[in-house]
Each structure stands twice: as C-alpha cells, then as structure tokens.
C-alpha cells in the first residue's frame, strides 16, 4: 500500500490518481465493489467505489455521506483524498479526531450519481432516499467488524431507524454534513462534527467516556 496521504486533495495529482486506482482489485474492497456494480446495474447510474487505502470489509467505522457530486467521476472513488471542499473538510475533521484510515469505510446514503452531466450539484429527492432504502442491508452485511455508524447530513440521518433495526446494538452518531457550505455557517456547526467524530473515536478505543 502507498503511504497515506498528509494533506486534503492528494487525488488532483494525476501521478496519486493513478496509484490509488492500481489498487481497486484489493480483496478487502472486492465485495463493496461488487455490490457498488450492482447497485450502478439497477440504478443506471455510476457508483463510485470505497477508497482502497481505508478499510473496506474491515472498517470499524461506517461514515454515511449523502450522495456522490458531479465531480466523483474524475476518481470514481468516495474518498477523503478528492480535490473539492467536502473532501478537504472532512480529511482534516478525520485527522483531528485521530481515527485511522483502516478503521473507516466513506459510503453515501444515496450512493449513485444523480446528477445529469455538466448538472451542477444538489440535494436526493425523497424518492431517491427511499430507492437507496434497501441497498443498506447488503451493505452491513459486508461489514461484520462495525463499532459505530457516523451519519453526516440530514438525509445520511434519515438512514437510522433502518440501520437500528438492522443493527440493534450499533452506535450511530449523528454529525452535520462537512460540505463547506454548512461548516461555514456558524462555529457551531465544525464544533458538532469534531464532537461527533471524538465520540466515534472514543468508541472504537474502547472508551466508554
């Protein structure tokens, strides 16, 4: 594995892009990919695959965003490591909190492109939240080794009663979305997601306080 990147937007250099796409036939996100393929084949739509350098079946630590933007398909991946603000807040907020990459599987509640080419980006319709609804089950089930579910955003939020029953004995925590248009809002809002990703870390330590 190339060594983890030290700064937000690694990916806008072709030469890392490149590197980081050699590694997509990594067996511990083989089976993510796969679904991720059957979801696009349903969909009709692309779905951008988990980033090698995190933990794919191994993460103990689900991080549901809400949908992929247009800009996904320059990489393909859902990645902290992507050259746009979302990205960059969210490598920086993972970093302070001190949560290994290892640890963490970056997946969307609404996990296909639903923009149209050139669109520019916008919020899941309800009706794309609920056709999304029954892609989660497969998804837990490919992550045996999950400690907490950290949901960022109002429509990731909405995914929990669905995630409590099928994982009872979960901690889901729930953070505001870290899109640059949020987290520049008021102070309030960097401050709940750093609390939030402290307590995830706090549970994936074993801490309890």
Request: a positive charge; proline letters at 12%; hydrophobic letters at 50%.
């Amino acid at each position: 594995m190339p060594a983890e990147p030290q700064a937000p937007k690694s990916l806008a250099d072709p030469g890392a892009l490149a590197a980081r796409r050699a590694l997509i036939e990594a067996p511990h996100i083989a089976p993510i990919r796969a679904l991720a393929a059957r979801i696009s084949a349903e969909r009709g739509a692309p779905v951008p695959i988990p980033d090698p350098l995190d933990g794919g079946v191994g993460a103990r630590m689900l991080l549901l965003l809400e949908t992929p933007g247009p800009a996904v398909l320059r990489t393909g991946f859902v990645t902290r490591d992507s050259a746009n603000g979302t990205a960059a807040n969210l490598f920086r907020f993972l970093a302070e909190a001190g949560i290994p990459r290892a640890d963490t599987l970056i997946w969307n509640a609404v996990p296909w492109l639903i923009h149209q080419e050139g669109a520019l980006n916008r919020a899941p319709r309800r009706s794309e939240v609920a056709a999304a609804a029954p892609y989660l089950a497969p998804l837990l089930d490919l992550l045996p080794r999950l400690a907490v579910a950290v949901l960022a955003g109002r429509y990731a939020a909405e995914t929990e009663p669905a995630i409590a029953a099928l994982r009872p004995a979960l901690p889901v925590i729930r953070i505001p979305h870290p899109s640059p248009t949020y987290v520049c809002t008021a102070p309030e809002v960097p401050a709940r997601i750093r609390r939030g990703l402290s307590e995830a870390a706090k549970l994936l330590n074993g801490a309890t306080g």
